[in-house]
């Protein structure tokens, strides 16, 4: 058992060593296979080896881990704001079916303990009964607003990395032909191809990868801004049609029908 950690680590080295010596030892002509060219970009010297750009692969390997971290948030996005969570449609029966019935603490009691944003919204309006329905349309609308902001906030880093990993591509391009370039110059206008391979390489590959980050983010931010959105519009549109039996002149009190059942409790 205490010689099994030591023996993996000797393993993990001994396989990173001959890596390294094997990108050494390629030969000019060889360069990187087709599945190696998106990991790491090579340089061919003058002398005919060839070395890892170490900047290229950098560029790659930042634009991987965001890879990476973009998958996991463009899940973690469709998951948390799933419809069936910010707009329940048991919930909404429920709530609705409450007020109609006239269990007006129930519905308040009930939107605080569940119901998604739905509840949430309607949970502020009956707190707000007290000053009217004009009251309790204003704290909807507030609350709506406040929790469609909260969400649209959460999955904004989706916007940041579909804006950044071109930005980083770019990058590498501009790099990577300066790279090429500057081979050609040395070469006195005579580079040859296989020489200027590690330049375009880095230039395109790059880009790939900003491109392959920047088209899923941005389309699922969209996606879920788009859901956002509506159903945090169909909930206030919900909530307001809730609120609507306690407009002057409907003859229903909300606050004299909870008062009523608080003091029947007491009872």
Request: hydrophobic share 50%; glycine share 10%; proline share 4%.
């Given at each position: 058992?205490?010689?099994?950690?030591p023996?993996?680590?000797?393993?993990?080295n001994?396989?990173?060593?001959?890596?390294?010596?094997?990108?050494?030892?390629a030969?000019?002509h060889?360069?990187?296979?087709?599945?190696?060219?998106?990991?790491?970009t090579?340089?061919?010297?003058?002398?005919?080896?060839?070395?890892?750009?170490?900047?290229?692969?950098?560029?790659?390997?930042?634009?991987?881990?965001?890879?990476?971290?973009?998958v996991a948030?463009?899940?973690?996005?469709?998951?948390?704001?799933?419809?069936?969570?910010?707009?329940?449609?048991?919930?909404?029966?429920?709530m609705?079916?409450?007020?109609?019935?006239?269990?007006?603490?129930?519905?308040?009691?009930?939107?605080?303990?569940?119901?998604?944003?739905f509840?949430?919204?309607?949970?502020a309006?009956?707190?707000?009964?007290?000053?009217?329905?004009?009251?309790?349309?204003?704290?909807?609308?507030?609350?709506?607003?406040?929790?469609?902001v909260?969400?649209?906030?959460?999955?904004?880093?989706?916007?940041?990395?579909?804006q950044?990993?071109?930005m980083?591509?770019l990058?590498g391009?501009?790099?990577?032909?300066?790279?090429?370039?500057?081979?050609?110059a040395?070469?006195?206008?005579?580079?040859?191809p296989v020489?200027?391979?590690?330049?375009i390489?880095?230039a395109?590959?790059?880009?790939?990868w900003?491109?392959?980050?920047?088209?899923?983010?941005?389309?699922?931010?969209a996606?879920?801004?788009?859901?956002i959105?509506?159903?945090?519009?169909?909930?206030?549109?919900?909530?307001?049609?809730?609120?609507?039996r306690?407009?002057?002149?409907?003859?229903?009190?909300?606050?004299?029908?909870?008062?009523?059942?608080?003091?029947?409790?007491?009872?």
């Amino acid at each position: 058992m205490s010689t099994t950690k030591p023996r993996n680590a000797f393993s993990a080295n001994a396989a990173l060593a001959g890596f390294a010596a094997t990108l050494a030892a390629a030969p000019a002509h060889a360069g990187p296979s087709f599945a190696t060219a998106f990991f790491i970009t090579l340089d061919q010297l003058p002398d005919g080896s060839v070395r890892v750009d170490w900047i290229g692969s950098a560029m790659i390997w930042a634009l991987i881990a965001m890879s990476v971290a973009s998958v996991a948030l463009i899940w973690i996005a469709f998951a948390a704001n799933r419809v069936e969570d910010m707009l329940p449609p048991a919930s909404v029966e429920e709530m609705r079916r409450a007020i109609a019935e006239g269990r007006f603490a129930e519905a308040l009691d009930g939107s605080r303990a569940r119901g998604g944003d739905f509840g949430r919204v309607l949970h502020a309006a009956l707190l707000a009964a007290p000053g009217g329905h004009e009251a309790m349309i204003r704290a909807a609308e507030a609350m709506s607003d406040e929790l469609v902001v909260r969400r649209l906030r959460r999955i904004e880093v989706l916007n940041v990395f579909g804006q950044v990993a071109p930005m980083i591509g770019l990058f590498g391009t501009v790099y990577g032909m300066i790279v090429a370039f500057f081979t050609i110059a040395q070469s006195g206008g005579t580079a040859d191809p296989v020489a200027l391979a590690g330049g375009i390489g880095t230039a395109l590959v790059t880009t790939f990868w900003g491109l392959l980050i920047a088209i899923p983010a941005l389309s699922t931010h969209a996606v879920v801004r788009n859901r956002i959105d509506s159903a945090g519009t169909e909930g206030a549109r919900e909530v307001e049609q809730i609120c609507a039996r306690f407009r002057p002149g409907s003859g229903t009190s909300p606050v004299a029908a909870m008062r009523h059942e608080s003091g029947d409790a007491g009872a």
